[in-house]
């Protein structure tokens, strides 16, 4: 299995934009998570799905913030529009229930 | 609310010294428990879990862990580091066998003096 697939690995935007970071979790995981992680607050969970469902998103930091996740092998986490303090990694990480998480490379979003 | 302790923020060492890494968690019930690694620049990966049996986990690259359910702590350990294990490791926990939720603790940077 190609373990968990992010895209893009790197993305540099201005304030304002729109930012969309994708996830492909691995084949028969049921369980997807977003995190974010910075120097200053380290890793935080933002939101995750079981089944596709969206089960807890009270890590999602505000409005501007939405994730979805319309089949089993894909999700996206949309920022709009984005701002400096977004800057940070954005991992994706999948699991079985109650398993280890498996985490992908990550997205590195710089915001100008 | 659930919450996982990493009580060393930055721990530096010299190569072939003996680790050891401190967690303590909050939960009272049945727990899986895990030890992550983060080299620099790269994404966290599963060094060791625990789940049930034997307290003393074995995980890759030489190091264990722990499990002491009498002090909520499950401790990381190594016998003699190498250069190549500076790394952020993370502690974390699963105390709820229905879901997938992971409590992370903070980390705990390690540097490694060649």
């Known amino acids: 299995d190609a373990g968990v697939i992010q895209s893009p690995r790197h993305e540099v935007t201005e304030m304002g934009q729109e930012v969309t970071l994708r996830c492909k979790p691995i084949?028969?995981?049921?369980?997807l998570f977003w995190y974010r992680q910075t120097m200053m607050r380290g890793l935080e969970l933002l939101i995750y799905?079981?089944?596709?469902?969206?089960?807890?998103d009270s890590g999602m930091p505000e409005d501007r913030f939405s994730a979805k996740m319309p089949n089993a092998s894909f999700s996206t986490l949309k920022i709009q529009p984005s701002e400096p303090r977004d800057s940070a990694v954005y991992f994706c990480?999948?699991?079985?229930?109650?398993?280890?998480?498996?985490f992908g490379p990550g997205t590195r979003l710089t915001v100008l | 609310a659930q919450s996982v302790s990493q009580h060393n923020h930055h721990v530096i060492l010299s190569e072939a010294a003996s680790l050891e890494l401190g967690c303590n968690y909050s939960?009272?019930?049945?727990?899986?428990l895990f030890w992550y690694v983060q080299y620099p620049g790269q994404h966290l990966q599963l060094l060791l879990k625990y789940f049930s049996g034997d307290p003393l986990v074995k995980g890759i690259k030489g190091f264990e862990a722990e499990f002491i359910k009498s002090k909520f702590s499950f401790n990381l350990r190594k016998p003699s580091v190498q250069w190549s294990d500076t790394a952020e490791y993370f502690c974390?926990?699963?105390?709820?066998?229905?879901?997938?939720?992971?409590?992370f603790g903070s980390g705990t940077r390690l540097s490694i003096r060649p």
């Open positions: 799905f079981n089944n596709n469902v969206p089960i807890d």
């Open positions: 990480a999948s699991s079985l229930v109650a398993r280890e998480q498996y």
């Open positions: 974390a926990v699963n105390a709820d066998s229905s879901a997938s939720k992971i409590i």
């Open positions: 084949s028969g995981h049921d369980y």
């Open positions: 939960y009272g019930g049945t727990v899986n």
